[in-house]
């Protein structure tokens, strides 16, 4: 009888101890994607420190726009998204000459603001919205050229990175 509870007090020990191991593994896991999420952050933020221009998201030619996909029907949103997808339809070249601020061009691919309402992306994100709501106030009431919104939409976004 003593040596099943020695062998079972040797066991729950050794449980411990590889439990122990574990969490101690996790934790220093954890600890080095904070670091390296730390250090990515610092780094996003150096070009300002540094002197060095902001990074200009991805946007397309005029002659990237003669081939552009449809944007899906306003009428499918409500409030500001359904101005967007309706100023989407509106100025889809001016839209595909300007990069779009909340960087999806490195998280899905995108080419340029118009990407974002060739599907539902620009309904989840208000700075899609907000920045083709600019675009089309820019270009309609103020009659600016879209090199003109393009210039003025990286001098406002850049700014506030």
Sequence with gaps: ???????IIVILVLSAVVVGLVQSQKGRNQAARIDE???????????????APPRVPAYQSVAETKSLGPTLAADQFIGKTRAAY?????????LAQLPCYCNCDVGYGHKSLHSCFE?????????????ALLAYQLQTEQKMSPEQ?????IEKYS???
Aim: aromatic share 0%; hydrophobic share 35%.
């Design 37 to 51: 999420h730390s250090s990515q952050k610092a780094t996003s933020h150096t070009s300002h420190s540094t002197g």
């Design 119 to 131: 599907d539902d992306h620009a309904a989840h994100c208000a700075v899609c919205v907000d920045e």
């Design 159 to 161: 700014s506030s990175n």
């Design 149 to 153: 919104v393009r210039a003025l939409i």
């Design 86 to 94: 309706k100023a989407a339809k509106e100025i889809p070249a001016t």
């Design 1 to 7: 009888m003593n040596k099943k509870l020695g062998l």
